[in-house]
């Protein structure tokens, strides 16, 4: 029989995850590239892509987004 329990997925991807800890550090998109080992652009790219999957026009958005939604943590 299947379980009928709702299991939660996550709304970011692990590197998208990654690329918002570091933002919530004061970290700079250059740092974050460092950091990660991935060009600047990707790093945008990251951003953008979960700031579109959260509906919200700004960085400081889709960090208060995801801190109310507990996807994030201080």
Same mark, same amino acid.
Do not use: C
């Given at each position: 029989?299947? #379980?009928?329990?709702? !299991?939660? $997925? ?11 800890? &570091?933002? +919530? ?9 460092? #950091?990660?080992?991935? !060009?600047? $652009? ?11 999957? &959260?509906? +919200? ?18």
């Amino acid at each position: 029989m299947k #379980d009928n329990g709702f !299991s939660h $997925k996550p709304l970011l991807t692990k590197r998208e995850r990654e690329v918002f800890e &570091l933002l +919530v550090q004061d970290k700079t998109t250059k740092e974050i590239a460092g #950091d990660l080992y991935i !060009s600047e $652009k990707t790093v945008r790219n990251h951003i953008s892509n979960a700031m579109q999957k &959260l509906g +919200v026009k700004g960085r400081s958005q889709a960090v208060v987004e995801l801190l109310r939604m507990g996807e994030l943590e201080l």
